[in-house]
C-alpha cells in the first residue's frame, strides 16, 4: 500500500500500519464488510511492480476531517445519548451548508481553473468535502472554479437511478452550497451539466487542477491521457483520502433510503 502527500506526513509511504497504512485500510474496508454481513478480508504484502508508481500530477492530500469528532459533538449537543450516534445515519441526515474541515491549501499552491465533478444526488458529506476542497483549491483573485453535475441521460443506468433528483434540482443544490460557502465566487464560479466522462477539462487546454475521490483516481488519470493525446498539459488531480469506515457512497444512500422506503410501505399494511 503506498501513497504519497505534499509532506512528510502520516499518509507517506506506510508500509503496515499508521493511518493510510495497508492495515488501517483493511481494518476500515473490514468495518463496512461487516456492516454488510460479508466476511472480513486479509491483507497480502507484495512488492508493486515499477508501472504501478503513483503519477507525479497527483497530489494526495491529508484529510483531518474525523466523522467521529463530528458524532461526538453532535452527542454534545444533545443529538442522541452520549457514544451512540450512528454515523452512517448522521452522514445520511446532515443537509448543512457551512464549510468543511480539513484540507486547505497553500496560497503557493492555488490554481487558475479547477474542476470538479460528480452526480451531487443528496449533497452528503463526501459531496460537500469535494467542494470544499474545490472552493479552496481556486486562486480567489483570479481564478475559476467548474462544477460538471451528471445529467439525467448519464444516470438513466445507475443502480436506483429513480431515487436520483433531477438535473435541475441537483444543480440548485450545489449552487446553494457554494454560494454559501464562497459568497466571493459567485461571479467566477459555474454549476453545469455534463454528458460525458471528461467534461469541459476534455475540450478545455486551461484546466489545471481536477478535484477527486481516490475512487475516481482512474478516471482523472484517464481524463490526463485524453488531454495528452489532444496536446493539452496534465492536470493536477487532488485526491482526498477516504480510509474512513463510515465514508459513505451515492449508491450507498440510495440503498438506505430504498430499504427505509420499503420497510415503511411494508408498516403502513400492517395491523
Known amino acids: 500500500w503506498h501513497s504519497i502527500a505534499p509532506s512528510s506526513n502520516k499518509y507517506l509511504n506506510k508500509s503496515g500500519g499508521g493511518w493510510g497504512g495497508l492495515t488501517a485500510h483493511c481494518d476500515a474496508v473490514n468495518a463496512d464488510r461487516s456492516g454488510h454481513g460479508l466476511e472480513p478480508i486479509e491483507a497480502l504484502l507484495v512488492n508493486a511492480p515499477t508501472s504501478s508508481a503513483p503519477s507525479t ?39 448543512s451548508l457551512g464549510i468543511l474541515g480539513g484540507v486547505r491549501m497553500e496560497d503557493s499552491s492555488l490554481f487558475e481553473a479547477v474542476a470538479v465533478g460528480g452526480t451531487f444526488d443528496g449533497l452528503h458529506f463526501g459531496h460537500r468535502k469535494l467542494l470544499t476542497l474545490a472552493v479552496s483549491s481556486v486562486d480567489p483573485n483570479t481564478g475559476k472554479l467548474v462544477v460538471g453535475v451528471t445529467s439525467d441521460e448519464m444516470l438513466k443506468n445507475k443502480e436506483l437511478s429513480s431515487l436520483i433528483p433531477p ?104 395491523i
Do not use: W
Open 57 to 95: 500530477d497527483v497530489i494526495f492530500l491529508e484529510d483531518e476531517t474525523d466523522l467521529e469528532n463530528k458524532a461526538s459533538a453532535h452527542d454534545e449537543l444533545g443529538g442522541s445519548e452520549a457514544g451512540n450516534t450512528n454515523t452512517d445515519e448522521l452522514l445520511e441526515n446532515d443537509n
Open 167 to 270: 438535473i435541475d434540482e441537483r444543480i440548485k443544490g450545489v449552487k446553494k452550497f457554494l454560494d454559501n460557502l464562497a459568497p466571493g465566487l459567485k461571479n467566477t464560479r459555474k454549476v453545469i451539466a455534463i454528458d460525458n466522462a471528461f467534461g469541459p477539462p476534455g475540450r478545455d487546454p486551461d484546466f489545471d487542477a481536477l478535484v477527486l475521490s481516490h475512487e475516481t483516481l482512474k478516471n482523472g488519470l484517464n481524463l490526463n491521457e485524453f488531454r495528452a493525446y489532444k496536446g493539452f498539459p496534465p492536470m493536477k488531480l487532488l485526491c482526498t483520502q477516504r480510509t474512513e469506515p463510515n465514508s459513505m457512497s451515492s449508491t450507498a444512500l440510495r440503498r438506505m433510503k430504498k430499504r427505509k422506503k420499503d420497510d415503511d410501505d411494508t408498516n403502513f399494511y400492517m
